[in-house]
T-cell receptor, first 118, second 117 residues
């Protein structure tokens, strides 16, 4: 079963508008971390924002915020005031144990391609 | 700028060649990773080194051989590759990968684009 689900293969947004990229996850461990990465066409995976399973507040980093709804197991990324440079692939990832007492290796969703129109 | 440095950025090799991809980090991280990424797909984990020891091998073919000479360096030796091995190879590092590190970010390098001809 997929651990991380990103249901939007592609999204379009007008410059200066806000956009929400969806991510749902599945885990039975109480300790996990959720991450969002941006990957432009150049290939580099750029870390954007992190949310821990025990964090009470939603994470924010500049124009990025994470809408964390633990009961619904969702961790949506909100980008405010979109810019042309935000056009890229966005990956949601979760770090949870691979086995009891095992390593915390991130699992990636399939990604969402975001295109920002002028 | 990324603090994980990968060289070379682009590599074209024949199926009989031997080449290596190199990765370096100076953040004092003790876990290092190799990922393979095909176009329009998420990264796939290949290997994990923890404290310079191989801790995870995701059943990767033996034509890929990882090496961790010290805590800052990670190599991926390539030999007798196939055209389907053409992909973006990403190196990454994090402070650790045990339970206490679940909240620590994994930082990626810029990747090495590999083409096998």
């Amino acid at each position: 079963a997929q651990k991380i689900t990103q249901t939007q293969p592609g999204m379009f947004v007008q410059e200066k508008e806000a956009v929400t990229l969806d991510c749902t996850y599945d885990t039975s461990d109480p300790s996990y971390g959720l991450f969002w990465y941006k990957q432009p066409s150049s290939g580099e995976m750029i870390f954007l924002i992190y949310q821990g399973s025990y964090d009470q507040q939603n994470a924010t980093e500049g124009r990025y915020s994470l809408n964390f709804q633990k009961a619904r197991k969702s961790a949506n990324l909100v980008i405010s005031a979109s810019q042309l440079g935000d056009s890229a692939m966005y990956f949601c990832a979760m770090r949870e144990p691979r086995s009891l007492g095992g390593s915390y290796i991130p699992t990636f969703g399939r990604g969402t391609s975001l295109i920002v129109h002028p | 700028d990324t603090e994980v440095t990968q060289t070379p950025k682009h590599l074209v090799m024949g199926m009989t060649n031997k080449k290596s991809l190199k990765c370096e980090q100076h953040m004092g991280h003790r876990a290092m990773y190799w990922y393979k990424q095909k176009a329009k797909k998420p990264p796939e984990l290949m290997f994990v080194y923890s404290y310079e020891k191989l801790s995870i091998n995701e059943s990767v073919p033996s034509r890929f051989s990882p090496e961790c000479p010290n805590s800052s360096l990670l190599n991926l030796h390539l030999h007798a590759l196939q055209p389907e091995d053409s992909a973006l190879y990403l190196c990454a590092s994090s402070p650790g990968e045990a339970r206490g590190w679940f909240g620590n970010t994994i930082y990626f390098g810029e990747g090495s684009w590999l083409t096998v001809v």
